[in-house]
């Protein structure tokens, strides 16, 4: 029986998790639904351009599930690329980092059907103290949600200015 009144601090238990070190884009999207897609087809794009390039790691994350909480937790910088209600013109691409994309993100500015959302993610992350350092958040505004297997023309035609806001961003976090 302890009878002390003295408080015990009891420190957390280390974290196992181990940081890659790398810079991880993640593309988010079900590519069966038009615009909804683009995330993902940004992703296998880039991930074909850049082949090699150090430091950074292009994940498919598909329609999300909390299978990819240990992506984010593992990496110290996390560009996510999605559809966002930007309240902006098809096409339009807008960038949110740090502090404003967890605002964006969570006060209902994504625009998707995934069946787990991004804020989810990003508050287990948090909980678990793990949150990425480094990230961001490349929103494309979408057109159409309607069933096809590929973007609508205006989103289409932002998938090369979006992979070069990507780009700019992994390349400034590098420098």
Not at 12 to 20: D, E, G, L, Q, R
């Amino acid at each position: 029986m302890i009878t002390s009144t003295t408080p015990v601090e009891v420190p957390p238990p280390a974290s196992t998790v181990v940081k890659t070190g790398s810079i991880l884009v993640l593309g988010l999207g079900n590519i069966l639904l038009t615009d909804e897609g683009v995330g993902v087809y940004i992703v296998n794009r880039l991930a074909e351009e850049q082949a090699g390039t150090p430091g950074i790691e292009f994940m498919d994350g598909g329609t999300l599930s909390f299978m990819l909480a240990n992506a984010i937790v593992t990496t110290d910088a996390l560009i996510v690329v999605d559809t966002a209600a930007l309240d902006a013109a098809p096409g339009t691409v807008r960038v949110y980092e740090g502090d404003a994309m967890d605002h964006f993100v969570s006060t209902g500015g994504k625009s998707s059907v995934h069946e787990v959302s991004l804020s989810d993610l990003l508050a287990v992350a948090a909980l678990e103290g793990l949150l990425p350092v480094r990230r961001a958040l490349v929103g494309i505004q979408p057109q159409d949600f309607d069933w096809g297997e590929r973007p609508t023309e205006a989103v289409e035609n932002a998938i090369p200015r979006a992979c070069e806001t990507v780009m700019e961003i992994a390349r400034r976090w590098q420098s």
